[in-house]
């Protein structure tokens, strides 16, 4: 079976509540069995629009990163961080 990952390319507008949202996504994560692969680090844009933070999470599965991505603790660690920035997250399943 193909593992599954979360990528995400953020933008953070105020650091101090996002460090909120974060640790507690960190939680779910762990809780979920999620991994993660990169969060955050130098980037270099190649093409396209890039964001400042980029994050890849590691998942046994497709549907475990699923099911973290549209947890209900997930949902609510998100909601910490309204108004702290922008992301794009997508569940991909791996080869």
């Not at 193909?2 to 909120?20: E, L």
């Not at 999470?57 to 699923?66: Q, R, W």
Request: glycine letters at 14%; a positive charge.
């Amino acid at each position: 079976m193909p593992k599954g990952y979360v990528v995400g390319r953020a933008s953070v507008s105020n650091a101090t509540q996002w460090a909120v949202y974060a640790a507690e996504a960190s939680k779910v994560i762990a809780q979920y069995g999620g991994k993660p692969l990169i969060r955050g680090g130098q980037s270099s844009v190649g093409e396209g629009e890039g964001r400042a933070r980029n994050v890849v999470i590691e998942f046994e599965s497709y549907e475990k990163a699923k099911a973290y991505l549209f947890s209900g603790e997930y949902n609510a660690a998100r909601k910490l961080r309204e108004g702290a920035g922008v992301i794009d997250l997508v569940a991909v399943e791996g080869v």
